[in-house]
């Protein structure tokens, strides 16, 4: 029996971005949910099986990327969670999550990512 791969779930409006993002995670050994806007997020956060990691942008229609994340913390406390940004200026707002994400900027260089996603999860 195949051991289960580790489900991430993107959050970002950029439909460009994050299908791309979750062909690199894909070819990279995960299984990849995407979520358009925060309600969606939230909607599949509250579903299981709860995502192993959870990756989004802040700036997101009908939910921001601050209330997706504290709505995973809530499902699970120790969710490793990525923040991919174009405004890392707003990233401040995350200092109240425990443990803190890691926050990217846009154009993400894949590759950090790729191994901090990977350090944050195992």
Avoid: W
Wanted: net charge neutral.
């Amino acid at each position: 029996m195949e051991a289960r791969r580790a489900l991430v779930l993107i959050v970002d409006d950029d439909v460009r971005s994050a299908r791309r993002l979750a062909q690199l995670l894909r070819e990279d050994g995960y299984d990849v949910e995407i979520a358009y806007d925060g309600a969606s997020a939230i909607a599949r956060l509250a579903r299981d099986p709860v995502p192993a990691a959870l990756v989004t942008d802040l700036r997101l229609p009908n939910a921001d990327g601050l209330a997706v994340s504290k709505f995973a913390r809530t499902c699970r406390s120790d969710i490793p969670i990525c923040v991919v940004t174009s405004y890392p200026n707003l990233a401040s707002a995350l200092d109240a999550l425990d443990p803190k994400p890691m926050v990217f900027t846009k154009p993400l260089v894949y590759g950090d990512f790729s191994a901090a996603l990977s350090r944050m999860m195992s």
